[in-house]
């Protein structure tokens, strides 16, 4: 998978942020060797899931296929969120998996 980045966009209006993201976030954080990109791409969505941010979900649901996770998987760690993390959250995730499966022809 390609190295991560901030949308560079964002730069002429936060160009800090942008540079955090992409020095600490990505250039440290996710490439940590405690867990596997495969296994941090669960956790993030998991969180992003539970914590219904919707902004940011569908593009770390393409980055966790992307990292070997599958659409089953996903679903699944959905599914066992909802009871955790509340059933709209969960349906959600699910509609934005479902949108970038099919996107995919996953």
Request: proline share 6%; no cysteine.
């Amino acid at each position: 998978m390609p190295k991560q980045s901030a949308p560079q966009e964002l730069a002429a209006i936060a160009p800090k942020l942008v540079e955090l993201t992409d020095t600490v976030l990505f250039g440290d954080v996710w490439e940590r060797p405690g867990l596997s990109p495969r296994d941090r791409s669960l956790v993030t969505v998991s969180v992003l899931a539970a914590l219904y941010r919707v902004e940011q979900i569908g593009y770390r649901l393409g980055v966790a296929l992307d990292n070997g996770l599958t659409v089953e998987e996903l679903s699944e760690a959905i599914t066992h969120l909802a009871f955790y993390a509340g059933w709209p959250n969960a349906v959600t995730a699910i509609n934005q998996l479902k949108r970038i499966a099919d996107e995919r022809g996953a």
